[in-house]
């Protein structure tokens, strides 16, 4: 895969070390959920190195006043494509609990692997703030796409996707058809298989995160 200049790849120890623990077919539902969430949170960490809107606040401290930058209210937005997404929601709330929540619900044909939208539902507002889309699987790229593509239809000019996996086959699609969106995933598996998974891997997120089949 190429290089792009919207796209980071993490190389976190952390990260690394929570990543093996996720892909293990004998990691539990709640341990895999879990898993989910503290990486989301490192990730969240570094992803919103830049581009946070912040203010400044007059401090009291015990012995003098100083100014703070701080950041701002109701200024993130949480869109988790569901239904995968979900499990990611609370990794960031830890950092930003006040975030509104919205959710955009896609699901993938399984003969032609096609995103298909079924569901928004969106805050008030949204188009003013960063939206920090998320999904733990970046595969096909298809879902991450038509999702942008639906917020940037709603107004939204500050976007961020988040993916715990990607595959290069969608790491590029969305790196090419949204350059303005910063894309960041910690790890970057090897291909898609026959039937679009992504290898090695982690299975099919959803339903480690759910305990469906």
Excluded: W
């Excluded at 293990?24 to 898993?35: G, Y």
């Excluded at 917020?151 to 996707?161: A, D, N, T, V």
């Amino acid at each position: 895969m190429k290089n792009y200049d919207n796209v980071v790849i993490f190389d976190h120890p952390l990260i690394r070390h929570k990543i093996a623990i996720l892909r293990d077919k004998n990691t539990s539902m709640k341990e895999f959920r879990e898993l989910v969430e503290e990486i989301t949170t490192l990730m969240t960490y570094e992803t919103l190195k830049e581009g946070v809107p912040t203010t400044e606040i007059q401090v009291e401290t015990p012995l003098e006043v100083c100014t703070q930058q701080v950041v701002k209210d109701n200024a993130i937005a949480i869109v988790p494509i569901l239904r995968a997404g979900l499990g990611m929601v609370n990794g960031i709330h830890v950092l930003f609990p006040s975030a509104r929540v919205g959710h955009i619900g896609m699901y993938r044909d399984e003969e032609t692997f096609e995103p298909k939208s079924y569901y928004c539902k969106l805050p008030e507002g949204i188009e003013d703030k960063l939206v920090l889309v998320v999904d733990p699987m970046l595969a096909t790229g298809g879902s991450a796409c038509d999702a942008i593509a639906l917020l940037k239809s709603r107004g939204c000019k500050h976007i961020k996707f988040m993916a715990i996996i990607g595959a290069p086959e969608g790491v590029s699609k969305v790196a090419e058809a949204h350059p303005d969106v910063g894309i960041y995933v910690s790890t970057l598996d090897r291909c898609l298989n026959e039937h679009a998974y992504i290898l090695p891997g982690l299975g099919d997120a959803g339903d480690r995160l759910f305990g469906t089949k």
